[in-house]
């Protein structure tokens, strides 16, 4: 049953359908990021069903600079996915012809961003209808309702449900509930319908699909597991032990391999390792989520996991081919996902090194947040995947948000995690970070609980301090 939220969504898509069908051509701009990536990937497949010209580009962050440049090209029509909402003012005051297809939190006039706005009723964002785009649903999803919009009756194209849910599980969007919920929900049971993903409760480390078992113990972070994370003879060790997934005769196994005897058996062991441990309950559930499986795709492959699928994305998007990413996403299985898998290679190593430099330089914790700045030492395209990782080690508060900081061209690039428990207090990092970095003469906005922005390398010092003061004042509302 379709709630009253996705359809206000889906009217409002269908009025940005029939602008687009109108135009003789489209001009694509979308984020470099996973739901990004699968967001830009709908809707070029969705163009293509309906016979509409495009061209498309990816930006890290869309400023006025990036909105002066296109202003100047002078496109007959934009199109902006999983990004625009902080843009609507512009947009409007430039009269530039435009649909926004986004979910994070609208940034205007209010005129601007009401959900009936008559100055500028492109945009599609569940904000503008009460609905949370942090975790009700990602910006691969806003666009895939457009796709829907533009296909009709003919073509739905509800089989590319699928992608919507990788974009969804790459902005993290399950981690609330441990399950996709509200919006994201519809459109996986939309996909299930379609016969293209399934889901189910299973085992939720990374890497159920292409990792030896032992392998996938060794590298999670999501929980961190002291004693294992880091250190493959003991995971070898552990499997050893439990009698499952590992032995001299048969060698590594993969968890898509194992019998369901075989699974039960080894989670047995996880948990009672982690009871053993003294892990949290928290930690301890995070064991077990819901997981979505690709029907189309084959088996022991990247893409038949929406985990694995998303984070190929992002190690396309995260160095400069996000192009090859949506290569991936609409099919090609030679030549982009070779180069994929090489970007994939690289990113797990830097993921490993950025995790390592937080571990043995540190956090600094202040009243209210804790930050790291890693100069040029982090990559500024994974510094907020470093900071989220990051929140599972031990030299991490989890009762406060988590900053990283790394230097780009544009000035010291700022990402902020957080956690529900804060949200629930008062925290809202996209407020946050739009605040601040506006009074040091940057900019930035997000989610509640996951934000970033650019600031000027002179004004770190002040930013970290009025940062630390702002967040203290929404947790003592």
Same mark, same amino acid.
């Given at each position: 049953m379709v709630s009253d939220t996705f359809a206000k969504l889906s009217e409002r898509a269908a009025l940005c359908a029939e602008k687009l069908k109108q135009a003789k051509k489209v001009h694509l701009v979308s984020h470099i990021d996973a739901d990004g990536i699968s967001s830009a990937a709908i809707m070029n497949l969705s163009f293509e069903r309906a016979g509409i010209p495009y061209t498309a580009e990816f930006v890290k962050k869309l400023d006025e600079r990036v909105m002066v440049r296109l202003l100047e090209e002078n496109h007959e029509m934009l199109v902006f996915t999983d990004l625009g909402s902080a843009m609507v003012d512009f947009i409007?005051?430039?009269?530039?012809?435009?649909?926004?297809?986004?979910?994070?939190q609208p940034n205007g006039r209010p005129e601007n961003i009401a959900a009936d706005s008559a100055t500028f009723p492109y945009?599609?964002?569940?904000? @503008?209808?009460?609905?949370?785009?942090?975790?009700?649903?990602?910006?691969?999803?806003?666009?895939?309702? @457009?796709?829907?919009?533009?296909?009709?009756?003919?073509?739905?194209?509800?089989?590319? $449900?699928?992608?919507?849910?990788?974009? $969804?599980? !790459?902005?993290?969007?399950?981690?609330?509930?441990?399950?996709?919920?509200?919006?994201?929900?519809?459109? @996986?049971?939309?996909?299930?319908?379609? !016969?293209?993903?399934?889901?189910?409760?299973?085992?939720?480390?990374?890497?159920?699909?292409?990792?030896?078992?032992?392998?996938?113990?060794?590298?999670?972070?999501?929980?961190?597991?002291?004693?294992?994370?880091?250190?493959?003879?003991?995971?070898?060790?552990? @499997?050893?032990?439990?009698? $499952?997934?590992?032995?001299?005769?048969?060698?590594?196994?993969?968890?898509?391999?194992?019998?369901?005897?075989?699974?039960?058996?080894?989670?047995?062991?996880?948990?009672?390792f982690c009871d053993e441990r003294g892990f949290s309950s928290r930690r301890t559930q995070e064991l077990i989520r819901e997981c979505y499986t690709l029907l189309n795709e084959k088996e022991g492959t990247e893409m038949r996991d929406a985990s694995e699928f998303s984070t190929l994305l992002n190690a396309t998007g995260r160095y400069d081919? $996000?192009?090859?990413?949506?290569?991936?996403?609409?099919?090609?299985?030679?030549?982009?996902?070779?180069?994929?898998?090489?970007?994939?290679?690289?990113h797990r190593k830097n993921l490993v090194n950025g995790l390592n430099f937080v571990r043995e330089n540190g956090v600094t914790q202040l009243k209210n947040i804790q930050y790291f700045y890693s100069g040029e030492e982090i990559k500024e395209t994974i510094v907020g995947i470093i900071a989220g990782m990051a929140s599972s080690l031990e030299n991490v508060d989890r009762k406060k948000p988590i900053i990283g900081m790394a230097d780009s061209e544009d000035g010291i690039k700022i990402s902020s995690r957080g956690t529900q428990d804060l949200i629930r207090r008062g925290m809202n990092l996209s407020k946050a970070m739009n605040d601040v970095t506006e009074a040091v003469g940057g900019a930035g906005g997000g989610h509640d609980i996951a934000a970033g922005g650019t600031i000027p390398p002179e004004k770190a010092d002040e930013f970290i301090v009025l940062l630390d003061e702002y967040i203290g004042r929404q947790l003592n509302q």
């Open positions: 409007v005051d430039n009269r530039m012809s435009a649909v926004i297809a986004d979910h994070h945009h599609i964002n569940p904000h @503008l209808f009460g609905a949370n785009g942090g975790f009700e649903i990602s910006g691969s999803g806003v666009s895939y309702i @457009l796709a829907c919009e533009i296909g009709g009756k003919e073509t739905d194209n509800t089989d590319l $449900a699928g992608l919507a849910i990788v974009g $969804a599980i !790459g902005d993290m969007q399950n981690r609330k509930y441990g399950k996709l919920a509200g919006l994201n929900r519809e459109i @996986l049971e939309q996909g299930a319908q379609a !016969g293209v993903i399934k889901y189910a409760p299973d085992l939720s480390l990374f890497g159920k699909q292409t990792r030896p078992i032992f392998k996938i113990l060794q590298f999670s972070s999501e929980p961190y597991l002291p004693g294992l994370t880091g250190d493959e003879e003991a995971c070898i060790r552990f @499997l050893q032990t439990a009698g $499952a997934g590992y032995d001299q005769r048969d060698g590594a196994k993969l968890w898509i391999e194992l019998s369901m005897d075989e699974k039960r058996i080894i989670i047995s062991a996880l948990m009672k081919k $996000a192009e090859t990413g949506v290569r991936v996403c609409m099919g090609d299985r030679d030549d982009a996902l070779s180069a994929a898998r090489t970007l994939l290679s690289e």
